[in-house]
């Protein structure tokens, strides 16, 4: 009997933010950069998404629920269609340094059947789980690298489908993909440019400051 599609909402565990496209969608762009490279995009753009880099330590990610939760989704999707596909993607891997990456998104747009545009975008809290995320995109606050926190995804027991591009193009890849719909900052780190100094913490800053505490309420 097939499995059926559900989906199911799942709090990651506190890590590294990398390349956080949070207050504002990008899109690739191929003729940016030697190889392309993310570009800021509209909130409009239905090629536009809401994305980000979660590097967590092993020892935390082995631990959690999270895991364990994402891996039964997993291993379901698995079991049932293992004799009719080729590849496949799973919603996590591990980097040279053993640590776990996590890729969720969000599309930042789709279009409705009358034709409208709908945005979309994930909610971002506050260590306290506020919402702050007018507050965030309203002054212009650019999320940097390096800020600290945790993701809140959705997901849903995949179906194997048949891939037209990429390295995988004519295979059948089971893919399991992580939707973003929230991201809560431990410390939220500001971007100031792309000179020197990059991407950097700013002491006592807005909304996030250095006496935020140790610890995200559970």
């Known amino acids: 009997m097939a499995t059926t599609k559900r989906k199911v909402r799942y709090t990651s565990p506190v890590g590294t933010f990398d390349h956080p496209w949070l207050d504002t969608p990008c899109k690739f762009d191929a003729n940016k950069g030697e190889r392309g490279q993310s570009v800021p995009a509209k909130p409009t753009d239905l090629q536009a998404n809401y994305n980000v880099t979660v590097t967590i330590d092993p020892k935390v990610f082995d631990a959690s ?129 792309s000179g020197d100094t990059g991407a950097e913490a700013i002491d006592g800053g807005i909304p996030v400051s250095e006496d935020y505490g140790e610890a995200i309420p559970i």
């Not at 039964?72 to 079991?79: G, R, S, T």
């Not at 269609?81 to 919603?91: E, N, R």
């Not at 409705?112 to 212009?140: H, R, W, Y």
């Open 65 to 193: 629920d999270f895991k364990k939760q994402v891996d039964e989704v997993w291993k379901l999707a698995q079991d049932e269609f293992g004799d009719s596909f080729d590849v496949a993607d799973p919603p996590y891997f591990k980097n040279d340094d053993g640590d776990y990456i996590l890729k969720p998104k969000c599309k930042a747009a789709f279009q409705k059947d009358d034709g409208s545009v709908q945005q979309m975008s994930p909610a971002l809290l506050d260590c306290d789980g506020k919402n702050v995320t007018d507050f965030i995109k309203n002054e212009g606050i650019k999320v940097g690298s390096g800020s600290l926190g945790r993701v809140i995804v959705t997901t849903y027991t995949p179906k194997p489908y048949k891939s037209s591009k990429g390295k995988n193009a004519g295979k059948h890849v089971l893919s399991m993909n992580l939707d973003l719909k929230v991201a809560q900052f431990k410390r939220l780190d500001r971007y100031e440019g």
